[in-house]
């Protein structure tokens, strides 16, 4: 049974970090990743990263969040620098494994101006 359990999330002033973190088991994972959702918003990509090491991220979020990921641990992170207001969302683990897509239960990011 594939589980994610995710951590990290928080409120921080502008300009402050966080770091989420993301623990998946029971599975191998090609593909992890993280995704935000804002209220009123539909959910997009903000990074992610293969097996491999190869990375992927949103254009407004290049340069400010780093994804990494330990595949012994099967745990993906994603550390947040230089957060602004427009950064607030709920922020969902994705894990891919075998072309199936799994989530997490998210996160809340609240970054105040």
């Known amino acids: 049974q594939v589980q994610l359990v995710e951590s990290g999330g928080g409120l921080v002033q502008a300009g402050g970090s966080l770091r989420l973190s993301c623990a998946a088991s029971?599975?191998?994972?090609?593909?992890m990743g993280w995704y935000r959702q804002a209220p009123g918003k539909q959910r997009e990509l903000v990074a992610t990263?293969?097996?491999?090491?190869?990375?992927n991220y949103q254009d407004s979020v290049k340069g400010r969040f780093t994804i990494s990921r330990d595949n012994a641990k099967s745990t993906v992170y994603l550390q947040m620098n230089s957060l602004k207001p427009e950064d607030t969302a709920d922020y969902y683990c994705?894990?891919?494994?075998?072309?199936?897509?799994?989530w997490g239960q998210g996160t809340q990011v609240t970054v105040s101006s």
């Open positions: 994705d894990a891919r494994s075998f072309r199936r897509d799994y």
């Open positions: 029971g599975s191998i994972f090609s593909i």
């Open positions: 990263i293969t097996f491999g090491g190869s990375t």
